[in-house]
Structure formats: structure tokens, C-alpha cells
């Protein structure tokens, strides 16, 4: 694996170090008149269905030589094995996949949890991570076995990848607690997955024309579209296809990132809490990963300011507002960002 980010720290009111920055000036939350970013307003979507036919037949011909995930991925996505499997039978599905089995007893034992003494058994690791956690470990590490890069440029830029999707899916989990958001674990899985579109992205760009990562979610689907035809969603939607997963779980993956272009509706306000927790675990996740600074202390600045963040600001009531609010600011989440950002440092277990 590559090197570790550094991250720049300070206190915030918690007492907890994190990363911070400087609030901008302006007002992060837009109101009804306030006029939507040029970059944005300029930008259109390109659905993987809007490819022109060659295109994309083309497009699918590249992604197929991805191999696709052991049986056992499938399983651990399915709507039914997320709602109702127990610890034994996730214990038993992972046993079958050693790598996999590996990667959770790294996990439980690392500087993340600061065990006194280390576990052992897969039942217990089990116990200390919790079932969504473990299946998130073992999707990533099933994702991970998908895509190899041999360029050192594409290794850097997977790791970055794998260090979000880390990060986005720990957040997404805690955030989908302490909100009370119904079925959590399909949501952890939804976020684990959209990283599979950047992965594929990554992997089709060109490199000279490959989106650094230090870029906003933004700035890289106008090089993606630019070069590929659609942004890395679409790609991963493709993807999915291909591999043959459940068309009502490719949607909810492919809206994730399309929050970046979606106006405010308000027709399911949990569903829109719902896909403002996905998509902010997953931005934040790519900021923590290469050591942009976030400061938990100031929501409206440091958390939602940037084009990327237009329309997830203008969906949310002002109730919804003060609830993510109020949980980002909470210990238990500073606490949370600022063992990940420890963690980082850590060598992985390839």
C-alpha cells in the first residue's frame, strides 16, 4: 500500500483533536433566491443511458474484463441477508472467504478500537465491529480484489479510493444510528458501493486525463464526462449491470451521486435525510482520505461550503439541517473521525 495522508489538527469544542480550516466568508446555506455556481448551472448530467449505443456497448466491452465479486458478494448485498442474517450465519459467509476473514481480524485489532488484548476469532470480531461493519470490511475487500492497478499512479489513486470508502462507510454507519434512519445496513452497503463507479472511472480514464483526486466530486465529473461520456456513477451503474445486481439497488447506489446535481423536491423528506447522509459520508470520506481539513465545530463552512454541496443544502429542512447538524458536532462522531484519521496512518493488511 501507499503512503499516508498527513492531517493538519487542532481542538475543536469537544476537547477532541481533528482536522480544522478557517471558515470562508459567505453563507453556506443557500436561501430560496440565491442563485445556483455557474460550474454547476453549466453542468449536465450525462446518464449511461444517454451514451450513444456504440459507446457504451464499448464501455460495458472494457468494464467486463473487471472480474467480477466471488458469490458471496451477492449475498452479502442481498436486501434479505442485510435485513436478517445473524452473526453466526455473516461469520460463516466469511469464513469461506479467508482474505476477507483476514481483513475484519486486522480491523478489530487495530490502533481504531485500542484493545488491551487482541481478538482472536472471527466471532469475536464480529461482536467488537458490529454486522454492518464487518460486511462493509468484506465488500471492499471482495471490490478490492476486482481491481488491480500495476501503474504506481493508478495504486496511489486506488488507495486514496479504498481510504474513502473506509471512512464513508464507518461515518455513514454512525450517522445513520444516531439519526434513527431506518434500515442503516442497506444504507452502509449503498455507500460501499458507490465507489465502485470511481474505481471503474479511474481504471478507463486515460491518465493523462484523469481527474486528481484532490479535485471536487464537481471538477471530476466534468473531466469524466469530458473524456469517458459520464460521470463515474454512471460508469458504476454500468458496472453493476454487468454484474447482474438487483436493478432497485444500482438506482439507489446511482443517486448517491447524483445529489451533486439533483434539485431539492421534497416529496420523501426521509428519504432525502436519507440520501444526505450517503452522499456527505461519501464526500467527506474522499476529503478525510487526502488530508483536506474539516472541522466538525463549524457545519455551515466547513462541511457545506463548495458547489458540491448546493442542492444537498437547499434539500434538507431546517430541521434536518440542525439534526445532521447536531450529530456531526456530537462526540461520538468527532471521536469517530478522529480515530479514522489515526488509523489512517496505519499500515493495511494487503
Not at 454547476?40 to 467486463?64: H, N, V, Y
Not at 462493509?136 to 478490492?144: A, D, N, R, S, V
Not at 499512479?153 to 488507495?159: K, N, S, V
Request: contains cysteine; hydrophobic residues 45%.
Amino acid at each position: 500500500s501507499g503512503g499516508r495522508p498527513g492531517f493538519a489538527r487542532t481542538a475543536v469544542d469537544t476537547g477532541v483533536a481533528l482536522p480544522t480550516a478557517a471558515a470562508p466568508p459567505e453563507t453556506a446555506r443557500p436561501n430560496p433566491r440565491q442563485v445556483m455556481p455557474a460550474s454547476l448551472r453549466e453542468f449536465e448530467w450525462k446518464t449511461a443511458e444517454s451514451l450513444p449505443e456504440s459507446r457504451r456497448e464499448q464501455m460495458l466491452a472494457e468494464l467486463k474484463k473487471t472480474p467480477p465479486p466471488p458469490r458471496a458478494f451477492y449475498q452479502l448485498v442481498s436486501q434479505d441477508f442485510v435485513a436478517r442474517a445473524s452473526s453466526a450465519e455473516l461469520a460463516e459467509l466469511v469464513m469461506g472467504v479467508p482474505m476477507a476473514a483476514t481483513k475484519v481480524l486486522a480491523r478489530a485489532n487495530s490502533a481504531y478500537y485500542g484493545l488491551q488484548r487482541p481478538v482472536g476469532s472471527l466471532g469475536q470480531a464480529i461482536t467488537l465491529l458490529g454486522l454492518n461493519t464487518v460486511r462493509t470490511i468484506c465488500l471492499q475487500y471482495m471490490m478490492e480484489a476486482s481491481f488491480k492497478a500495476h501503474a504506481p499512479a493508478l495504486r496511489q489513486r486506488f488507495d486514496h479510493l479504498w481510504a474513502a470508502s473506509a471512512i464513508a462507510g464507518e461515518l455513514s454507519q454512525k450517522l445513520a444510528q444516531r439519526l434513527q434512519l431506518p434500515e442503516a445496513g442497506g444504507l452502509v452497503t449503498e455507500v460501499a458501493l458507490s465507489s465502485l463507479g470511481h474505481f471503474a472511472a479511474a481504471t478507463l480514464m486515460p491518465r493523462e486525463g484523469d481527474a486528481p483526486s484532490n479535485q471536487s466530486l464537481l471538477a471530476r465529473a466534468w473531466a469524466e464526462q469530458t473524456q469517458l461520456g459520464a460521470p463515474a456513477a454512471e460508469i458504476g451503474a454500468l458496472l453493476m449491470h454487468a454484474w447482474t445486481l438487483p436493478e432497485t439497488l444500482v438506482e439507489e447506489v446511482r443517486a448517491i451521486d447524483r445529489v451533486l446535481v439533483t434539485p431539492a423536491l421534497g416529496v420523501d423528506p426521509q428519504h432525502d435525510l436519507r440520501l444526505a447522509v450517503s452522499y456527505l459520508s461519501a464526500r467527506l470520506g474522499e476529503r478525510v482520505a487526502r488530508g483536506d481539513a474539516v472541522n466538525l465545530g463549524d457545519y455551515e463552512h466547513s462541511i457545506l461550503s463548495g458547489d458540491d454541496y448546493f442542492h444537498l443544502r437547499a434539500s434538507l429542512s431546517p430541521d434536518q439541517h440542525q439534526r445532521l447538524q447536531d450529530v456531526l458536532q456530537s462526540p461520538e462522531i468527532v471521536r469517530t473521525l478522529h480515530d479514522l484519521v489515526r488509523a489512517l496512518r496505519e499500515p493495511t493488511v494487503r
